[in-house]
């Protein structure tokens, strides 16, 4: 509260001084509200530790080391984390007095009443926010816009993260920035994991950047095996088999000393996975130490929306979309995902042709939320010769729209090495 004034002043509207658990900080509470509500601001720091002295010994020594470790930098949890778990107690607190004041007028009679009571409780449970508005005051911020530019040229962090497409990365500057989120799509059994596998590759071996890769479904065992072929090139069959060479598992060996606390790979088989789980994992991550600077997850459709209202598929997807978005945005991460394509009509897979959003399944909204999308196209021919095409439509900064073919090595899991642009237009228009 004390960082943000737009969060803070969010809380006050919900809070009380008695819902908090330290007495120390229901005392911080009181403080913030009567001094938002006489000065029209939010206090500083030195203001509650000026405040803190006023008191009496007794309680001095009470709130003292609470308020002092709170006010210490990394001295609460992770902010959005806070704010998922606030968010659900203004929630809950809602739906208790609706039902109190509810079940009063029920008793009395009053039915309509009553039932008016529940629906705008439920209308305000769905509007609580915590989040700052994505509001900027052009003319005057350019010195903070400025700062951030020439800030970021110097973070190592913010070099963006190659695709392997040197075409590509070159209309896109440099890639995937920080705060952009990409997606792949692809007919079933067509590469989007392994593209992904590729992506976590160069986030870590070319970047050294701490990545977080989220799988959905599949085995651990399954994407670890592919990131060990992948990086060792020795076959994906053999790697299963723990029948590496020697000279290459040394090799890898050395490899992963020097690569340690790069990647996490994190698998979720519920079917009631969404981006909460997702926060919880990254919370408990940076507990241990590592904050990834690249998230991967593998893939957007398996994940639902947060809210028990929704309903249908399409707005599972689109919700557990935005959510993914708003992540990667206010982290800075640079993110990638995969869609599935509409199911291919009957001898599709024969022929040559090339997917456009118009063939992504479901919720086509999505399109709308991602920074950059692309499509990977193949004939079984084409599996069969290690070949592939990628087509990358869209991106929200640099006109794209060119269909590249890259070599597609599933036996080792690597795809991107080389990439040559090709005619779009001889290849078709879609399925």
Same mark, same amino acid.
């Given at each position: @509260? ?8 969010? =809380?006050?509207?919900?809070?009380? &001084? ?7 900080? !229901? ?28 008191? $009496? ?10 308020? /002092? ?7 609460v949890p992770e902010a ?27 008793? &009395?009679? /009053?039915?309509?009443?009553?039932? /008016? ?7 305000? @449970? ?14 005057? /911020? ?8 020439? %800030?970021?040229? $110097? ?5 963006? +993260?190659? %695709? ?26 067509? =590469? ?30 399954q994407c670890s095996d592919?990131?060990?072929? =992948? ?5 994906? %069959? ?9 000279? &290459?598992?040394? $090799? ?52 639902? $929306? ?15 979309? +935005? ?27 024969? +022929? ?34 290690n070949e592939m095409r ?5 991106? +929200? ?9 890259? %070599? ?19 290849? !078709?228009?879609?399925?």
């Amino acid at each position: @509260m004390l960082q943000d004034d737009v969060f803070g002043s969010r =809380c006050a509207q919900y809070l009380e &001084a008695g819902f908090f658990q330290l007495e120390a900080f !229901g005392w911080a509470f009181k403080f913030y509200k009567h001094y938002l509500e006489e000065y029209g601001a939010k206090p500083t720091d030195i203001a509650v530790r000026h405040e803190l002295r006023r008191l $009496s010994s007794d309680k001095f020594m009470l709130y003292a080391g609470e308020i /002092e470790f709170a006010l210490m930098p990394g001295g609460v949890p992770e902010a959005e984390y806070i704010k998922a778990q606030l968010r659900e107690f203004v929630r809950m607190n809602l739906f208790v007095e609706a039902h109190r004041e509810s079940a009063k007028r029920f008793t &009395a009679g /009053e039915y309509a009443q009553a039932y /008016e009571i529940f629906r705008e409780a439920n209308d305000r @449970m769905g509007t609580i926010q915590f989040e700052r508005p994505a509001r900027q005051w052009f003319f005057e /911020e350019l010195a903070d816009r400025q700062v951030r530019r020439v %800030t970021e040229q $110097s973070d190592i962090r913010a070099v963006p +993260r190659m %695709t392997g497409i040197p075409d590509l990365d070159r209309i896109t500057d440099g890639g995937v920035h920080n705060g952009e989120l990409w997606a792949v799509f692809a007919y079933a059994k067509r =590469c989007k994991s392994t593209w992904l596998i590729n992506q976590g590759f160069n986030a870590t071996r070319i970047h050294k950047q701490p990545t977080l890769h989220v799988q959905l479904e599949g085995s651990p065992k399954q994407c670890s095996d592919k990131y060990d072929a =992948c990086f060792s090139r020795e076959l994906y %069959t053999r790697v299963k088999l723990g029948e590496i060479n020697a000279e &290459a598992f040394l $090799s890898l060996q050395d490899e992963y000393q020097r690569l340690r606390k790069l990647l996490v790979i994190r698998t979720f088989n519920d079917w009631d996975m969404n981006m909460g789980h997702v926060l919880n994992e990254l919370n408990e991550l940076k507990a241990q130490g590592f904050e990834p600077t690249t998230l991967i997850v593998d893939y957007i459709d398996l994940l639902r $929306s947060r809210s028990s209202r929704v309903d249908s598929e399409l707005q599972h997807q689109l919700d557990a979309s +935005r959510d993914l978005k708003r992540l990667i945005n206010e982290r800075e991460y640079a993110g990638w995902t995969a869609w599935q394509a509409q199911r291919p009509k009957p001898g599709a897979l024969q +022929r040559e042709h090339v997917l456009t959003s118009a063939n992504v399944a479901d919720a086509y909204a999505k399109v709308r939320v991602v920074d950059s999308w692309g499509s990977l196209n193949a004939t079984d021919e084409e599996m069969a010769r290690n070949e592939m095409r990628v087509y990358w439509e869209g991106h +929200r900064d640099a006109p794209v729209g060119k269909l590249y073919r890259i %070599t597609n090595e599933l036996a080792t899991m690597r795809m991107i090495e080389t990439s040559e642009e090709i005619d779009f237009r001889a290849t !078709g228009d879609g399925a």
